[in-house]
């Protein structure tokens, strides 16, 4: 009965299609012999059939495109079910494939992507190609359900890909400092600036064995190409330099003086006296004081125009609400009062804090009505989370500020610098923070149920991670105290 009425509903579709509404009749028609390969289509190219299993997906697009060509031509309708049915089939069978090897070929599926996050088929090209064969040769094996084929191919295709990724990644980061490198050979560089240029082909040397070693950190191999990079550059222009000054017999007095010059104009700048008659050390230390202190003060400044807008947005809040309650303005008129106090004493004990550290043991600074101790001074050996005993004398004092404090909440940030995989620098700094914690439960007899110690890795630096100095400033552990404002 049920095979009835499909019938007679399809002649009464055909016979519709011979009247005036064709268009919608054919669409009627497609919705009736197309929705389950529709859909079964849509499934096949969410799994990525076409790629991961080629063989059943092009069966099913040659009958998906012949049922459809079928129906417009006006072919048979029995021909028409038959293709669409056969079509659908085979995109089922084609996401089912392709499940399948994500799960028996996922080794290689993930060497591939890497390959391809590298950009391997535009510079390593060739060797590209010869993974994307063995790679369709696998999925070709594994749709005949030659398994054991199906895996000695993954092997040698995902061997190819990361190969091609390495290179890859290698033409990305070395290519032009090789590059830089022939030109300074070419022009016998060596021979004027040897001690530059040896450093440059030193660096990229460590820049790819550190590729070869871990080509998934990236950080310290870029960096390491990007000095190389620079210090081939400088090998140069210091080659042209010493040309320069043999070429017009320039004398050692008149090359010193050449390069005191910018020095001179930076002091003026700074309106700092040029006093070079000891050689250039002392002004050199004296012009990083002037920035040190010139970026201390702007963040000084910083601090205090945002603790004011803090200040008077409270003020402000406070005034409005008491406006609208004037029956009890007395009482909180007064506990406005007790707040604004509150506030003005932690900028009073922000100060006492501020002049127990010196410059090399850390950086106070406020955040609204947080103190922040940056501890530059505490330093940890290279991957240890254990406290040094030299940085006993520094928490001490740590320990004093935090008494300013009484009943304070204290946070306790464990930072890195890029170096090395997200994951380890995020375990790392959450190991030193809790080294400083229980050294602060245990030392100083703060509860526990006061600290709070976080790891936040790479991501909150302070510095550029491009430069040493950048890197040393991110290696750090941050104390903040956050007050408690309740009236005792």
């Known amino acids: 009965m049920a095979s009835l009425r499909s019938f007679v509903r399809l002649l009464l579709l055909a016979l519709f299609v011979l009247g005036a509404g064709f268009t919608v009749a054919q669409d009627e028609l497609h919705d009736t012999f197309f929705k389950e390969a529709d859909a079964a289509r849509a499934a096949a190219e969410a799994a990525n059939a076409s790629l991961l299993a080629p063989r059943s997906y092009r069966a099913a697009t040659k009958d998906y495109e012949a049922a459809d060509a079928g129906l417009n031509r006006g072919r048979n309708i029995e021909y028409v079910r038959n293709k669409a049915g056969s079509a659908e089939d085979h995109f089922r069978t084609a996401t089912t494939a392709a499940e399948l090897a994500k799960t028996v070929l996922s080794q290689v599926m993930k060497s591939r992507q ?19 064969r ?40 070395l290519t032009e400092t090789r590059r830089l490198l022939t030109d300074a ?28 070693e871990n080509r998934y950190d990236t950080d310290r191999p870029r960096n390491l190409a990007r000095q190389a990079n ?15 000054v ?33 050689g250039h050390a002392e002004l050199t230390a004296e012009l990083v004081m002037h920035i040190e202190n010139q970026r201390n003060e702007i963040q000084s400044l910083q601090q205090e125009f945002e603790a004011g807008n803090l200040r008077v947005a409270d003020m402000e809040e406070e005034i409005r609400a008491l406006d609208k309650r004037l029956g009890g303005a007395t009482a909180e008129r007064a506990a406005l009062v007790q707040r604004l106090e509150a506030q003005a004493r932690v900028k009073e004990q922000f100060e006492r804090v501020e002049k127990m550290f010196s410059r090399s043991d850390a950086r106070v600074f406020r955040e609204g009505n947080n103190v922040i101790l940056r501890l530059v001074g505490l330093s940890f050996d290279s991957g240890k989370s254990e406290l040094r005993q030299s940085s006993f004398d520094l928490l001490t004092k740590v320990e004093k500020a935090i008494d300013v404090f009484p009943r304070s909440e204290i946070l306790i940030e464990g930072h890195t610098d890029s170096y090395g995989g997200d994951e380890s620098n995020q375990r790392l700094s959450q190991k030193r923070a809790e080294s400083v914690q229980q050294y602060m439960i245990n030392a100083m007899r703060i ?11 790479e991501t909150n630096p302070v510095a550029n991670n491009e430069t040493e100095s950048g890197r040393a400033r991110n290696r750090r552990i941050d104390i903040v105290i956050k007050p408690n404002l309740d009236p005792v």
């Open 246 to 278: 043999r070429d017009k017999d320039l004398t050692v007095e008149q090359l010193v003086l050449q390069w005191e010059e910018p020095l001179n104009l930076i002091s003026g700048a700074a309106d700092i006296l040029p006093a070079m008659a000891k």
């Open 230 to 244: 620079y210090e081939a550059k400088h090998a140069i222009y210091l080659s042209e330099v010493v040309r320069d």
């Open 134 to 173: 063995e790679f369709g040769s696998a999925i070709r094996y594994l749709e005949r359900g030659d398994l054991k084929n199906a895996k000695r191919k993954d092997i040698s295709a995902t061997s190819l890909y990361r190969d091609a990724e390495l290179v890859a990644i290698k033409a990305q980061y």
């Open 447 to 457: 509860p526990s149920y006061r600290l709070i110690a976080t790891g936040f890795g």
């Open 114 to 132: 890497d390959a391809a996050n590298a950009n391997a088929p535009d510079r390593s090209p060739e060797i590209w190609d010869k993974a994307q």
């Open 185 to 212: 050979d070419r022009a016998r560089v060596g021979r004027y600036a040897p001690i530059t240029l040896g450093k440059a082909k030193q660096l990229l040397a460590e820049a790819e064995k550190e590729l070869n």
